[in-house]
């Protein structure tokens, strides 16, 4: 058994074998949840969304709904930004 960590979180996979037959061969082994956080995001999508979610949680700030919809889309945008992706354009 080796100690493999996945290829985004960098926490231990377990159970995962190493094969001594295979000496050149690299595996990238992922947590499903973080690959399919690594989806592509559309910046400026995300940035209108999070500006009409701003704009309606400011004309109702008791929205908890609005409240956690602007949260998300801003945890979006900046898992984004980190992982490297482009920033959206703004006018």
Not at 20 to 43: F, I, N, T, W
């Amino acid at each position: 058994m080796r100690h493999v960590r996945c290829l985004y979180c960098h926490v231990h996979i377990l159970g995962v074998q190493y094969l001594p037959d295979y000496p050149d061969v690299l595996v990238l082994y992922a947590h499903k949840a973080c690959h399919s956080e690594r989806r592509g995001v559309d910046p400026e999508a995300t940035w209108r969304m999070l500006c009409e979610a701003l704009q309606a949680l400011h004309a109702n700030r008791d929205d908890d709904d609005t409240r956690e919809r602007a949260i998300e889309l801003l945890e979006i945008l900046s898992r984004w930004l980190r992982m490297g992706g482009f920033p959206p354009k703004l006018d």
